[in-house]
């Protein structure tokens, strides 16, 4: 298995006036080179943290994280800034992530010109054309406002901005979820024909299962800041293991199988497994002794007691 | 432009402000008579053909005199907004970008400054440093930072954590790059009608002190001066004491409502 990043025990722990909460719990993850994996989980699950982490907005209090070959952990914001390029980041909201007082070509001029100080007028030139002609859009995009595009183009912008730096990781937040049904289906093929091309790898974080089982390879999902069951598309969606994933993918068909409750407080989670309060086929033991991950056959991992069987999965 | 221009208030208050403006203009190349000229055989004198708004109790020219008035008002609100814009967005920028134990300490000052009324302030100063035309600027400079400085600050708390700054930050951009060219043009157009609303304060700041003796002396043509010393024939010489009252709330009005214009267009884009 050829990793291009890898997070060992990652923990986050954000203080607030009310106490702290346990943002991410001994998180691990490994993106494969080359691959889509899919991160899904209800908000507040720690999506967005692990986001944050990985693109280093935000650090992590504890843990290793490898990137390419090389340990970036430590390292300050002046040694981190050549990796800076290789892991962009897709908000999910079009209309707030661009700054709506520059035009487009300033922006994608911008992000080379912070990279290459050297680099020619005329070259910076075409390459934002080019860039823009990637996602799908006129050149002549450059000279116009964000206040001038649609949703769907805004969003055709914000992934051009992250391209043009040439990256090896796209973290995808929730990319088309703020967008009209109509455009959400174009927005993941470019995504898909940008992969193929580049031989981008995508970290995909969605709460839309639909959107994640088309687009991804691998399926992770959350809960209350670990991961309870990673594994290849088609397992995760036929041989599905912990019963969170099942309610989860349930829910989305069928509205009467919602989990009862919410999510847990992560200022206060349960003992045992997090998920025990709202499991199904909880047993005492569940509330006692928290299960790690383990292996259900290669690459299908699981974090359960109980795992589903052939039966309980209907 | 053309939405500022649909404003009233706006639109009103650049058409005085264009008019004292042309009168500024005026006075640089030409004025009527010279300004300190006496001519004691014709004290108080109606407005007449010769003089168009009457002359003082030297028999000097006021409608010169107002004019080189206008000239000193202009010079310490500009000098007082552009300090105090400057001062204030660079004290307001970084403690507001970078927030925690620095902001606080700052803020703490500022606030401080805010407590003191602004006159009061001024004359603390020249009390210290005497008066005259560059410590009237100073001081007037130090009121005008913490109105800035508290704007800039809400400003940037509200921008930093925001998803296209976050972007910035993700595509390598320092914080310099962010503050100043992505967060800026964001709160530029609060500032500007901050700095007309600053400017309406520094004028009738600077006419206040005037009046008191603490501004500008005599015989510079201040319009605080002008009021202080026709105050004495106001029975005798109304017009006197009219000419430059009214310039000083035409000019405070003016920028006033230009800043009220600003604010309420650039408000409704939000």
Redesign the interface.
């Known amino acids: 298995m050829d990793s291009l990043l890898k997070m060992e025990n990652i923990s986050k722990e954000y203080k607030t006036p009310y106490g702290r909460i346990k943002a991410l719990r001994e998180t691990s993850l490994e993106i494969e080179r080359g691959e889509i994996l899919g991160l899904v989980g209800e908000s507040g699950s720690g999506k967005s943290t692990l986001a944050n982490i990985i693109?280093?907005?935000i650090g992590s209090d504890g843990g290793r994280i490898v990137f390419n070959g090389e340990d970036i952990t430590g390292l300050s914001e002046r040694e981190f800034?050549k990796y800076?390029?290789e892991?962009?980041?897709v908000?999910q909201?079009p209309y707030?992530?661009?700054?709506?007082?520059?035009k487009i070509g300033y922006l994608l001029r911008?992000?080379l010109k912070?990279?290459d100080k050297h680099l020619s007028e005329d070259e910076a030139e075409r390459r934002v054309a080019e860039s823009l002609e990637e996602v799908g859009l006129d050149p002549s995009y450059a000279s116009r406002y964000p206040s001038n595009l649609s949703g769907g183009q805004r969003q055709r912008v914000?992934i051009a901005?992250?391209l043009i730096?040439r990256p090896r990781l796209i973290v995808l937040d929730e990319p088309v979820s703020a967008l009209d049904v109509s455009v959400e289906a174009q927005i993941l093929n470019l995504l898909m024909d940008l992969r193929e091309k580049h031989g981008l790898t995508y970290l995909f974080i969605s709460h839309d299962l639909n959107v994640v089982s088309y687009m991804a390879d691998r399926i992770a999902v959350m809960y209350l800041g670990s991961i309870v069951e990673i594994g290849r598309t088609e397992e995760i969606l036929g041989e599905m293991a912990h019963p969170y994933t099942k309610a989860l993918f349930k829910a989305s068909r069928d509205i009467s199988a919602t989990l009862s409750g919410e999510i847990p407080s992560p200022m206060n989670p349960p003992s045992g497994c997090p998920f025990n309060t709202r499991c199904a086929y909880r047993s005492e033991r569940c509330s006692l002794e928290c299960p790690e991950l383990r292996s259900l056959s290669e690459g299908h991992l699981v974090a359960c007691h109980y795992p589903l069987g052939e039966e309980e999965r209907k | 432009m053309a939405r500022y221009l649909k404003n009233l208030s706006f639109l009103i208050g650049v058409v005085i402000l264009s008019i004292m403006f042309a009168m500024l203009f005026i006075s640089f190349f030409h004025t009527p008579y010279d300004v300190t000229a006496m001519d004691l055989a014709h004290k108080l004198e109606r407005p007449s053909g010769e003089h168009l708004l009457g002359t003082d109790q030297f028999g000097r020219d006021i409608l010169s005199r107002v004019m080189k008035g206008i000239e000193v008002s202009f010079l310490i609100g500009l000098t007082a907004v552009a300090s105090g814009l400057l001062l204030g967005l660079a004290i307001g920028s970084v403690s507001g970008y970078f927030g925690g134990k620095l902001d606080e300490a700052v803020m703490k000052v500022i606030d401080t400054l805010m407590a003191f009324p602004g006159v009061l302030l001024a004359m603390m100063l020249i009390a210290v440093f005497g008066n005259g035309l560059l410590n009237t600027m100073t001081a007037l400079s130090v009121m005008a930072i913490p109105r800035f400085a508290r704007i800039a600050r809400s400003g940037y708390m509200e921008y930093r954590d925001?998803?296209?700054v976050?972007?910035?930050?993700?595509?390598?951009?320092g914080s310099f790059?962010i503050m100043y060219l992505?967060i800026l043009?964001?709160i530029m157009s609060e500032l500007v009608a901050t700095a007309s609303l600053s400017f309406a304060s520094a004028i009738m700041a600077e006419a206040g002190l005037s009046y008191l003796g603490l501004g500008m002396q005599p015989p510079s043509p201040s319009l605080g001066i002008m009021l202080s010393e026709a105050q004495d024939y106001m029975l005798r010489a109304p017009w006197y004491v009219l000419i430059p009252t009214v310039t000083i709330a035409l000019l405070v009005i003016a920028f006033n409502l230009i800043g009220d214009g600003l604010q309420e267009v650039s408000g409704g884009e939000r």
């Open positions: 693109v280093r907005l800034r800076r390029r892991i962009q980041m908000f909201d707030s992530s661009i700054n709506p007082r520059k911008e992000c912070i990279h914000a901005l992250s730096l | 925001s998803d296209f976050k972007a910035e930050r993700i595509r390598g951009a790059r992505h043009p964001n």
